[in-house]
């Protein structure tokens, strides 16, 4: 597969490592497959050095390092270190100019060698070190502490930080060649990550991708989120739990603790980590504070997981005997309605921050909560799939979803527009009703605004 977006990150890399002097501190980090490595080789020249890390005692790993740096300044591969700052006080010697070298997973060197950020801190305090140095890990919590804590040698250090992110899904599309429709059903599985969209590109279709690369103890994403986890922390059994209780319909704090048989407070720490790391995602009503909402519920935000937890945990037994015919059955039978939801999330993404309609948008959210109902004194329960206010506060952005078979979009328009007309907050304000369809419908009426898959895609492009 081609290398895809990335343009910001090289542009950014490139602009600093090119500055004649002094040499910079390049801090690049992000959980794994997301291309990081790739990323970095992209903008190395011949003459940079680039070493990847193992999980290898501190003398070892030196050694390693030492016999790779030997084969541009064989000097080096001639002497005895007793450890990491006489090695790299060397190569600054014999360096007469600018170079780059990286040390990729980073997180590992520290592992066993945890005076490494203190060593990197003196040398880079001297103000004469005459290469640029680049960090890189997959663990984002260590990574962040490194660098983002004011406790830590390095904070403060960087002249660059990148928070390599998962690609957006415009670029899927691309990378497989594939109608919007099927770009949204096949986001829903991989998410933004290159390395599974490459894996993918092996296979036919995407059943047999699923089947390929999760079906079975032997495939290659079967225990993906363990691993992940496994970067960022030393037990991964509450972690998997909180996602499973997730992926399996409990979304609010009191569901997820009754399912979890611990008490709510205790895990606030726990799910706030998941967040940071963008494995989850907090979702409030429209027109709620962020901090004060307490009726927030809790969705996994990766695509990858979502779909781990949602099919294959679930059907841990029958994938060990074998059966994967059944855990097919199941993935399609559920399918539709499984990428609904990351449609709905699709659609706000796609609205937030964009010109659409002839306003700006503010972030769009879901809206959920009791309405006045038709007789004087009553009550309903009512949910809207997209509300987003312009920027000027003057109209308000109120979507239906569906991915589903053709609909009739006048039936659901007068539906929509009911609902909308019953918000005590849309009092006043101009009111844009928009239908986002996976299909064309079944009838055709003109003044009704309506969004495709294809429309999403273009405008999650930006502007």
């Known amino acids: 597969m081609e290398f895809l977006d990335r343009t910001d990150e090289i542009a950014e890399l490139k602009r600093v490592l090119n500055t004649a002097t002094p040499a910079k501190f390049v801090v690049v980090y992000g959980r794994r497959r997301l ?3 790739t990323l970095i080789k992209r903008v190395l020249s011949a003459d940079d050095i680039y070493y990847m890390a193992g999980d290898l005692v501190d003398n070892v ?4 390092l030492q016999e790779l ?12 270190f007793s450890g990491w700052e006489e090695l790299l006080l060397m190569l ?8 780059t070298l990286c040390l990729d997973e980073f997180p590992y060197m520290v592992k066993h060698s945890p005076e490494l950020p203190s060593i990197l801190q003196r040398i880079l305090d001297s103000k004469t070190l005459k290469y640029n140095l680049i960090i890189c890990g997959s663990s984002q919590r260590m990574m962040q502490e490194m660098i983002l804590s004011q406790s830590e040698p390095l904070y403060g250090r960087a002249d660059a930080i990148l928070d390599v992110r998962p690609i957006p899904l415009p670029f899927l599309q691309k990378g497989l060649h594939i109608d919007a429709i099927s770009t949204i059903e096949e986001y829903s599985v991989w998410g ?3 390395r599974y969209w490459e894996l993918r590109e092996e296979y036919a279709s995407l059943k047999e991708a699923i089947r390929g690369m999760m079906l079975g103890t032997t495939t290659v994403l079967y225990d993906e989120p363990k691993k992940l986890f496994l970067d960022d922390m030393k037990a991964t059994v509450q972690s998997e739990s ?3 209780v997730i992926a399996g319909g409990a979304n609010r704090l009191s569901e997820i603790a009754s399912r979890m048989g611990r008490e709510a407070t205790s895990l606030s720490a726990p799910l706030d980590k998941l967040i940071q790391m963008t494995y989850i995602r ?8 962020p901090k004060k909402s307490k009726k927030g519920i809790y969705r996994i935000n990766d695509p990858m997981m979502d779909f781990y937890y949602s099919f294959i945990m679930p059907n841990i037994s029958n994938l060990a005997r074998g059966r994967k015919a059944i855990v097919m059955e199941e993935i399609e039978r559920d399918f539709t309605g499984y990428v609904s939801l990351h449609w709905e999330h699709l659609c706000r993404e796609a609205i937030s921050g964009n010109m659409m309609f002839g306003h700006r948008w503010s972030e769009a959210r879901r809206w959920w909560g009791t309405v006045p109902g038709e007789e004087k004194g009553s009550f309903r329960e009512m949910e809207f799939d997209v509300i987003a206010e312009s920027t000027d506060g003057n109209a308000l952005l109120i979507g239906e979803c569906k991915w589903t078979n053709p609909e009739i979009a006048s039936e659901l328009h007068r539906k929509l527009l009911d609902k909308a007309n019953r918000l005590p907050f849309a009092k ?3 009111i844009i009703t928009v239908l986002f369809l996976k299909n064309k419908p079944k009838d055709a009426p003109a003044p009704i605004n309506i969004l495709y898959p294809e429309d999403i895609i273009q405008a999650m492009l930006g502007d």
Not at 92 to 99: A, C, E, P
């Open 69 to 80: 740096l030997s084969q541009k300044f064989p000097e080096i591969g001639m002497a005895k």
């Open 61 to 64: 790993q030196l050694e390693m």
């Open 282 to 289: 907090r979702e409030i009503p429209f027109g709620d504070s």
């Open 242 to 244: 909180l996602m499973a």
């Open 92 to 99: 600054n010697r014999l360096t007469d100019q600018q170079f």
């Open 35 to 37: 291309g990081k490595s």
């Open 428 to 430: 006043g304000k101009e």
């Open 192 to 194: 933004g990550v290159p």
